[in-house]
Each structure stands twice: as C-alpha cells, then as structure tokens.
C-alpha cells in the first residue's frame, strides 16, 4: 500500500471556481463488502485515503447546510468496468513496434471503463468508453458499434459513441485488420481482438444498465512534475502565440469530470496528457501503464471495489489521454530499464491520482446544458484545406500517406526502434526522396517534404491495406465541456490549435475544450507545420504531411459549427471493413503437458514458512499455457487468507502487487511463477497462493487445471 497525502502540492487549482471547499471533517469510509477488501481498507485507513470519496455537496450537508439533490441534475449517468485483457504469453506487445517484446505474462489486467451522459429532458446521450490499449483501431471500433447496434438499434452510433485509448505500451498487439500494426505479432489476434470488443461491449452495457440521476461537476487543476516534452527541437519552432501557452514546454492540465450521486463521488473521468512509456520495451509483463494503475488504484487500492465481484461498483474512475504526443512520463528522457520501471509506472499513475482526487475538494463549475455529438470521416488522403486554417494564405491539400525515416527510428527518450535510423535528417533517405520520389510527385513533395520517405505506405495500401486513410473526427459536448475526438497522437501545440478553434466557434473557455486523443482508429501523429518540418519522430508520423493538421482543424471547426447550430452533418466516406483479408502467422498451441514426475498444478518451488509485510512471495507451479483459455473477468491466481477456518481471497492477476509469468519448459510443459508483493497494512495471518489454468489435450477443448501452494504466515 502508498502512504501518500490525499491533497498533492503539485495539483494546484487555476481559477477562483476551482478553489477549495470549505475543510469540514469527513470521512469516506464504509465497511467492507467481503474479506477479500479488507486488506485493501487496512491500507487505505493507514494512509489516510478515506477522503477521496467526499465530494463538496457531502461537505455541505455534514456542515449543516442543505446537499443538492441528485433528482435536481439534468443528466442521468452510468458507468462501467469490464475486463478487455487478451493473450498473455507468445503474442507481440504494442506500442515500442519492438519484434523481440514478446509477452510472458501478466501484472496488471486490461480494462474498459464506459460512462453514458444523457440528457434527461431530450434524452440525446454520449457513451464515452476509455480502454487500457495502445490504440483504438478502426476494427475494434466497427465490431463495437455493430454489436452496440444488434443491441440497443440505433441509440449508440458512430455519432455518440467515442472509444479512446489510454496507450498503454504493454498490452497484446495484434486486435488491427491494417498490416502496418500486425508485423511485430505474427499478424491478426482473434482471441486478443474477440477479449477487448468483449470488453468494450460490456462495459457500455453495464453502464447503459446503471443509468441514474447524476450531477456533473468540471474542476481544472495544474499537474507538473509528470510529464516532459521529449520533442524540444520541434516545439520550439512553432510560433510564439503557441509556446507562450506553454512555458514549461507540457501541457500541465488536469481536467477532472466528477459525477455525484446523493453528494458523493460516484466516479470520475480525468484527463491528463503523458505518454503511456513509464513501463520499458524490455518488460515482457502484460501491464496498464500509468494511467491504468492511476485508475485501479483509486478503485480498489481507495475504494476497495473487487472487481470479480458480480455488484455494480460503488465508484468508476478513468484516466484519459488528452494530446499527449509529445509529452513523455519519463522526466528524465531517457528510455525506462525494466524492473525499475514498475516504480516509475506507479509514481506517474499516483502524481495523476492525487491531482484528480485532489480536485474532488474544489467546487469547480456544475455543469448545465445539453449534451451533444457529432461524426465525420474523411479521407485524409485527399483534403483540400482552405487558406483560413493553413497558416501561409495558401490553400493546400494533403496527400496519400508516408512513413518518414525518422518515425523508423522511434522516439529516443521513450524506446527506439530500428537502428540505422535517426530523429531529425536521414542523409540518405533524404536524398531518395529529394531526387527521385519527389522529382516523380510534384503534389507528394508539396504535401510531404521535407520528409525522407522511407516507405510510402499510400501506395502500398493500393496492393494491401497497410494502414487507415479514411478517418473520423468527432466532437461531443457534455454541457460546458467539449471533447474533439482524434485517431491518434496530437502534439501539445497542434492540440491547442484545434482547442482554440472549436473554443472560438462555439463560444467556450478553452480550458473546456480538450483534445481527446487515441480516439474510435489510428492514424498515427499529429503535428503542426512548423514541428513537422524538424522531422523528429512526431513528425515523420504525421503520415498524410505537413498539411495534416490543418485539415482536422478545417474538419473540426465544421463539426464546432454544425454542433452550434444544431445541423446533422452527413458521416462521409466511412472506413471500409476489412476484416475478410487479415492475415495470422501465429502458431497455435498444439498441446500441454505436466514437467516429468509432475502433475498438473503441483508445486516446483514452495513459499518459505515465514514472512513479513514489505517482502516477495514466490512460488512456482507445474502448469499450461495461459493462451489456452484467457480468463477474461476472472483470475489465473489468487492469494488467500485463512478466516475463520476458510481460505478467502484477498489478492488476485489484477492486483499491482502481483506478478504471474509464464515460460516455456521443454516442449510441452509450462512453469508458472507467482509473485505476491506483501502490501503494508496487510493483516498478520495465514496465507497461500493458488494457481488456475487450463491444460490443452492432443484432441478436444483445454481441460482445468489448478494448484495451490502450502500455507505460510505473514506478520506485520
């Protein structure tokens, strides 16, 4: 467990509406639900994270003054959690394009945290769903919406619906039906791709089923000390009406959405922009990254929620990119070094948790007014952009989409990527381009220079679909805040570009107007003009050139205007599904097998007798592969403590303090090993550690498998 302070000097609020609410004695707390919280509230009770459930309206009523009524608010809202963890072992990671990360187990699982805003007089909705992935893909994005569709008809559409990603670094590749993102996994997942749509589509439809009368409150806090803008050279050539808006060259903004209900915090939505890199390109464990960790630790490490437990959860809080394209977690940029990184991932998440639950205390803006949405695709390949959003007096158009040498290198101060290749110039890849590409394209050179082509991806997607070029943006408003749905990595400046753009057109502050990154497929970067011309990673992955930008902006001020003005807007040329012509090299399992003289689930290496809080468990088990059957929603471990003559859980693979990892012994046999990190505040007693898996015979479905250690104590 942390031992943190609830309120975080570094959170600091940036107006007069967000300052604190009265102090009044409060606290957050509420017996447990089952033995398997109890460890989990010892800790928090500890570290004195009891008060972040206490919202202003619960302040007031404890202080004697009358608490708003939840029956009062203009919005119903629900929220939802699902599990979206794929394969775990022998699949390609996705985030470092890295060949040789291949997963060998899991610390952290994968979820989807869904919230629908609905209007109650006109019943007009949002579903927005935040999943801890590296990227939405247009795939993903179409089975979501067909499923929601069979579901619900036409309440959850392209329109109103926005899946955006949190980046994670570490999870399982292979979810895409585009080439470009299947290299490095021996191409198409379906059991990765099948458990995140699951996922997704569950955590929509628990939270469309908790729909009730809800307040929203919007806070703004700074956040520094977490992020690090790793493309320096590039941001200091934009203008300075840009720079100025950043003199620490981050955008430090932390954007709190809070949803009460009876005057108590019933979940949350923060935004916050920082690269999902805290964990390295040398980790082979499936994990969450910082913002996945800032999420579960509010949930279950503050507010004891079991996430096997069939109850609704008493508190939802996801933590959602903003334009994080140029904004790194490491502070120090340079790439994080494995295991050092799972510090590093921990600080970053609670830095965001503290700025978030510290925002709880502030009174912040109420919100009022509609909430409403729109959607457009287009082809980006092919945008003429007028002279208005240029920023030269030139219309321009942009381009078939290019893979410049310099995003091959990949970003040096979160992980490289291919040797031989450098941010900045590329000598020869230059000269190619220059002399023969686009001598031979005029109109390439006047979209995509002065970037040295290494693979003209274009031109490739003619023979296969390589990556996306008909994309959506999407503007939702949930009363005074406005959110710009973009497939991909926006840069700080280009974000504020288009935030100034939507601010002016529908009239509000910008700081209500957030870029929302990673959202519905993936187009790669962002940047502006002037950063795409130093050519860093950033802008050699601006893939459709150096016009890019302008052409959301021009798409985004229609969305701003039609949204105004209360007109439909047509969808436009929408993404094509390609789902027919994926491709799957991945071998499959072929059979499981207990080590000689063993049986299934018994016990290679046993847990001493004895240990104290602060120390590792480890024990390792005769087991199988865990690609067999992923248990999705449910566990391959679990420590229990011994309670009144039963083993009851208290930890499970979700949990940080946890480790399970997976090797190959042999030919067919496995060795699983599980690590339990003793949290302090963890209750003297006896424990032990079970193990649940799934063995695959020569013929018919994988087979259950389990084995559980011998008991040892634990003192404090």
């Not at 096997?308 to 490491?330: E, I, K, R």
């Not at 979700?654 to 012994?665: I, L, P």
Request: charged residues 20%; hydrophobic residues 35%; contains cysteine.
């Amino acid at each position: 467990m942390s031992t943190h302070p609830h309120n975080s000097p570094s959170a600091a609020a940036t107006s007069e509406e967000d300052a604190p609410a009265p102090a009044t004695p409060t606290s957050a707390g509420r017996g447990p639900n089952s033995s398997r919280r109890t460890v989990l509230r010892a800790g928090a009770a500890l570290t004195g994270l009891g008060l972040a459930g206490v919202t202003p309206s619960a302040q007031a009523a404890q202080a004697g003054r009358p608490a708003p009524a939840a029956a009062d608010s203009g919005y119903l809202v629900g929220r939802g959690i699902s599990d979206t963890t794929g394969e775990i072992a022998e699949v390609g990671m996705m985030g470092y394009g890295r060949v040789d990360q291949q997963a060998q187990g899991l610390h952290t699982r994968l979820r989807a945290r869904a919230f629908v805003f609905a209007d109650r007089e006109t019943d007009e909705r949002v579903l927005l769903v935040v999943v801890d992935t590296a990227m939405i893909f247009e795939s993903v994005h179409q089975a979501v919406l067909k499923r929601l569709g069979e579901k619900y008809g036409d309440l959850y559409t392209h329109r109103n619906v926005m899946i955006a990603a949190t980046h994670t670094h570490c999870g399982p590749g292979g979810s895409s039906h585009h080439l470009l993102y299947d290299l490095t996994t021996l191409g198409f997942h379906e059991k990765t791709f099948q458990a995140m749509t699951d996922g997704v589509v569950e955590a929509a439809t628990r939270a469309h089923e908790d729909l009730a009368p809800s307040e929203l409150t919007l806070t703004h806090a700074e956040l520094s000390g977490t992020s690090a803008n790793r493309s320096r050279e590039a941001f200091e050539r934009n203008p300075s009406e840009l720079r100025s808006h950043f003199p620490e060259a981050i955008d430090p903004q932390s954007t709190l959405l809070r949803i009460e209900r009876d005057g108590r915090a019933a979940g949350a939505v923060n935004w916050f922009a920082v690269h999902g890199t805290s964990m390295s390109g040398e980790n082979k464990l499936i994990s969450a990254d910082n913002k996945g960790y800032a999420a579960y630790h509010w949930e279950r490490e503050v507010h004891g929620e079991d996430y096997l437990a069939d109850a609704a959860p008493d508190f939802v809080s996801a933590f959602a990119q903003t334009n994080a394209g140029d904004m790194s977690p490491n502070l120090d940029l340079k790439p994080p070094t494995t295991p050092a990184d799972f510090d590093s991932t921990r600080k970053c998440g609670l830095r965001q948790y503290e700025s978030a639950a510290a925002q709880l205390d502030r009174r912040g803006t109420k919100m009022s007014g509609g909430v409403d949405s729109r959607l457009v695709y287009i082809d980006l390949s092919d945008v003429t952009v007028e002279a208005k959003y240029t920023g030269d007096g030139k219309q321009h158009k942009t381009s078939k989409p290019a893979i410049g040498a310099s995003m091959a290198a990949g970003s040096l101060e979160d992980g490289p990527a291919f040797p031989g290749f450098d941010e900045g110039e590329n000598p020869l890849w230059d000269k190619i381009s220059d002399s023969v590409i686009y001598e031979a394209s005029p109109e390439l050179r006047e979209a995509q220079a002065p970037k040295g082509i290494f693979a003209p991806v274009g031109a490739m997607n003619a023979i296969y679909p390589w990556v996306q070029e008909q994309v959506p943006v999407q503007l939702l408003r949930i009363g005074q805040l406005y959110l710009i749905g973009v497939p991909g990595e926006v840069t700080v400046c280009a974000g504020l570009r288009l935030r100034r753009t939507v601010a002016e057109t529908v009239g509000a502050d910008v700081r209500d107007v957030l870029v929302a990154g990673y959202a519905n497929s993936y187009f790669h970067y962002l940047t502006t003009p002037d950063e795409y011309d130093s050519q860093q990673y950033e802008g050699g992955s601006t893939l459709f050139g150096r016009w890019q930008l302008p052409a959301i902006q021009q798409t985004a001020d229609r969305l701003a205007r039609a949204m105004r003005d209360g007109e439909s807007l047509p969808i436009g040329p929408v993404a094509p599904d390609i789902s027919g012509k994926t491709i799957s090299l991945q071998p499959p399992i072929v059979l499981d097998a207990p080590p000689i003289s063993h049986e299934f689930g018994d016990v290679l290496t046993a847990p001493r007798a004895n240990y104290r809080t602060g120390e590792r468990v480890t024990v390792v088990f005769a087991g199988a592969h865990p690609g067999n059957v992923l248990h999705r929603g449910g566990t391959y471990l679990r420590v229990e403590q011994r309670k009144d003559g039963e083993w009851r859980t208290v930890a499970d693979d979700g949990d940080w303090s946890t480790t399970f990892r997976w090797e190959r012994y042999g030919v067919a046999a496995s060795k699983v090993t599980v690590t339990w990190d003793i949290p302090e505040g963890t209750a003297s007693g006896e424990y032990r550690i079970a193990y649940e898996g799934d063995a695959k015979p020569v013929a018919g479905a994988p087979k259950a498998i389990s084995g559980t250690s011998s008991g040892f104590t634990v003192s404090s």
